[in-house]
């Protein structure tokens, strides 16, 4: 415990008071369950609804191939951040840029990993605003048969980002336990009805598993976008050790234990929803699927609007687990670099501010296949893929050609060629999509 001690003795009043007013270390009596259900929801979000459409790009074989390397690589990935977290005897690493300053220094830490996971976080809420008012748009047009005057997509964006401007003041990963609990729990039961629903409809009888592309270029195009859908739903190692500084810990009892449990739960849990989905929605709909699978599957009307509800719920909860370490990010320099004082309305204004601006780009640009795909590769796979990897060797140095190097080399090769190949296709995507596309409309 001395270790434990003389760390937090070094801190100042002033600096304890700040580091207990700051969303992720405010708080340190989180559950190993509390690891589960917060790794579900940020994991199985969006991207589970757009694995049938990125099983269409990819095709049978390299699509099932990608789908099981991507949980092998991304569970061992996860594992190696979860016993980075406390490497260092009487240190937590509570966030990924610590843990990046660890391993590259001071300031080259900060400069590699800060930008990656902003994007990320950024980029998520952003898709997830565009998410939320397509499925509240949605489930407008399911339950109103009569004829109803059209709402554009702008406005139901607006009625979901509402929710966020009252949400986004809770102050800290454990205070938005139970909104990621009952994300968790929507995010199963809209996977479950994706996938049950389309193997009650049966085989279409015109199925075709052929690739779509009329031009080799647009299938090698369409296939590297599928690939950063799938990087994109994987997506949960950018928060992971923000969730971890919310357990308790002790030289006894570490936090990597409870940690592990849930990431071990989290991810069977990942399985039961993106497999099913994955391969049921293609089997069953071939390349006819939609880049969403419940836009696909259009009865029973009264399932297919509750599941779109399920999904607006589910990506309210996500939306506030990758908003949480922005926050953190943005609280810090306001009040230690810039000395503001930690207030209430300080938090006030700086979220609503961010809110807002996410609001803002999601309603500009509701691009979301593309969106998935650019963001996917360009972002999730360096941040998922390889950079834990590459912190891992520069800080334990494995012996070379070991079973640890290999593993791990190989992690970071598989994680560039996806990092360089998965926004070539997105950005297609966006630049088809714009010249069809409306603002604001």
């Keep these: 415990m001395c270790n434990y001690q003389s760390q937090v003795d070094k801190r100042s ?28 929801t940020a994991m199985v979000g969006a991207g589970v609804l757009g694995l049938p459409y990125a ?35 009487g240190k937590r690493f509570d966030r990924y840029h610590e843990l990046g300053q660890h391993a590259f220094g001071e300031k080259l830490g900060l400069y590699i990993v800060v930008p990656q996971q902003l994007v990320v976080e950024i980029g998520v809420n952003i898709v997830y605003m565009v998410t939320g008012g397509t499925s509240l748009k949605k489930v407008h047009d399911l339950v109103c048969t009569t004829p109803c005057k059209n709402i554009k997509l702008t406005y139901f964006i607006m009625i979901f980002s509402s929710v966020h401007f009252v949400l986004s003041h809770l102050p800290n990963f454990n205070s938005i336990a139970g909104v990621s609990f009952a994300a968790a729990a929507m995010s199963l039961s809209y996977s479950t009805i994706a996938w049950s629903a389309s193997l009650h409809k049966g085989v279409q009888k015109d199925v075709d598993y052929g690739y ?58 990942v399985a039961l929803c993106y497999f099913p989905v994955a391969l049921i929605g293609f089997w069953v709909f071939g390349n006819k699927v939609e880049d969403n699978i419940l836009i696909t599957l259009e009865k029973p009307t009264w399932l297919i609007a509750m599941a779109n509800m399920f999904v607006v719920v589910h990506v309210i909860g996500s939306y506030q687990i990758y908003a949480m370490p922005v926050f953190d990010m943005i609280e810090t320099v306001l009040v230690k670099k810039l000395k503001f004082t930690p207030t209430r309305t300080l938090r006030f204004v700086t979220r609503n501010v961010y809110v807002a601006f996410t609001m803002f780009v999601g309603i500009t640009f509701p691009f979301f296949d593309g969106l998935l795909g650019f963001f996917g590769g360009f972002a999730f796979a360096p941040t998922t893929y390889f950079l834990p990897c590459i912190m891992w060797l520069a800080i334990y140095k494995p012996r070379k050609f070991g079973l640890s190097w290999i593993a791990n080399w190989i992690c970071i090769f598989l994680g560039v060629l996806l990092m360089v190949l998965s926004p070539i296709g997105g950005l297609r995507q966006i630049i088809l999509n714009v010249k069809t596309y409306t603002f604001y409309s």
């Excluded at 270390?25 to 579900?40: E, M, P």
């Excluded at 990819?58 to 789908?67: C, E, F, K």
């Excluded at 739903?233 to 009892?253: C, F, M, R």
């Design 55 to 89: 099983m269409r790009e990819l095709g049978w074989g390299p699509g099932v191939a990608i789908l099981v390397i991507s949980w092998v690589v991304t569970l061992y990935t996860l594992w190696q951040m979860v016993e980075m977290h406390e490497m260092v005897p």
């Design 212 to 269: 779509v592309g009329k031009s080799t270029a647009g299938k090698v195009f369409s296939f590297f976008n599928a690939l950063g859908a799938v990087a994109f739903a994987y997506a949960g190692h950018n928060v992971v050790l923000e969730i971890q500084a919310t357990i308790p810990s002790t030289p006894e009892k570490p936090s990597k234990g409870p940690m592990w449990k849930g990431v071990v739960v989290a991810y069977i849990v």
């Design 13 to 40: 009043k002033e600096e304890k008071a700040i580091d207990d007013w700051l969303p992720i270390t405010s708080s340190r009596n989180g559950k190993w369950w509390y690891s589960a259900f917060h790794n579900v």
